[in-house]
């Protein structure tokens, strides 16, 4: 072994010929011996964020006959399926609220809104997926105002469908009236 480093081939070292052919063979079978690059994909679904599913109300207007400024009390007026919760899976356990404006009962001495949903004394007042009766209102009046109030809480989703009954007795000046009711959904009942 020895003899071999001292030996030159064309006076090329022994030893440093044999490392620039091994380097020299190594070079060419990497580009002869080839391995295809391989992909990999990584997949992964980026969701919007969640988005709470109350459902949905919707509540009709009413237009209620025309009446003549002081004549007094008036019957009520009463509207099948004049609101509507579709409420949905996230809805449940909600508490339908409503709120009455005050200011836009101005030209009423009284003024009462009552809604309700299901069957009473074998009489239908609208449907609900519970069959349970639902009822509330909210008033304006000489001896004290209720401005807001709430049903349930609502414990299975679906569609409920609601009868609104309005009474007022007018005010002695002619006007336009424009009452406005608002409708939520809450997390727990008004006070």
């Known amino acids: 072994m020895k003899g071999l480093i001292h030996k030159k081939w064309l006076s090329i070292p022994v030893t440093v010929f044999l490392v620039l052919v091994l380097t020299a063979g190594a070079v060419l079978a990497s580009g002869v011996i080839r391995i295809d690059p391989v992909d990999q994909i990584i997949t992964q679904n980026i969701n919007a964020p969640h988005v709470d599913d109350y459902g949905s109300i919707t509540a009709n207007p009413i237009s209620l006959p025309n009446v003549v400024a002081g004549a007094g009390s008036q019957l009520p007026q009463v509207t099948a399926n004049a609101v509507t919760v579709?409420?949905?899976?996230?809805?449940?356990?909600?508490?339908?609220?409503?709120?009455?404006?005050?200011?836009?009962?101005?030209?009423?001495?009284?003024?009462?809104?009552?809604?309700?949903?299901?069957?009473?004394?074998?009489?239908?007042?609208?449907?609900?997926?519970?069959?349970?009766?639902?009822?509330?209102?909210?008033?304006?009046?000489?001896?004290?105002?209720?401005?807001?109030?709430?049903?349930?809480?609502?414990?299975?989703?679906?569609?409920?469908?609601?009868?609104v009954s309005v009474s007022a007795t007018p005010g002695d000046a002619a006007d336009t009236a424009n009452v406005v009711i608002t409708y939520t959904l809450e997390d727990g009942p008004v006070e």
């Open 86 to 163: 579709e409420l949905g899976p996230d809805g449940v356990g909600k508490y339908l609220c409503m709120k009455l404006d005050k200011v836009s009962t101005d030209p009423y001495i009284a003024y009462l809104v009552g809604i309700r949903s299901g069957e009473y004394s074998d009489i239908i007042y609208g449907e609900n997926p519970t069959g349970e009766f639902l009822t509330t209102a909210v008033w304006v009046m000489p001896a004290g105002d209720k401005l807001e109030s709430s049903i349930g809480p609502l414990t299975v989703k679906g569609t409920y469908y609601f009868e």
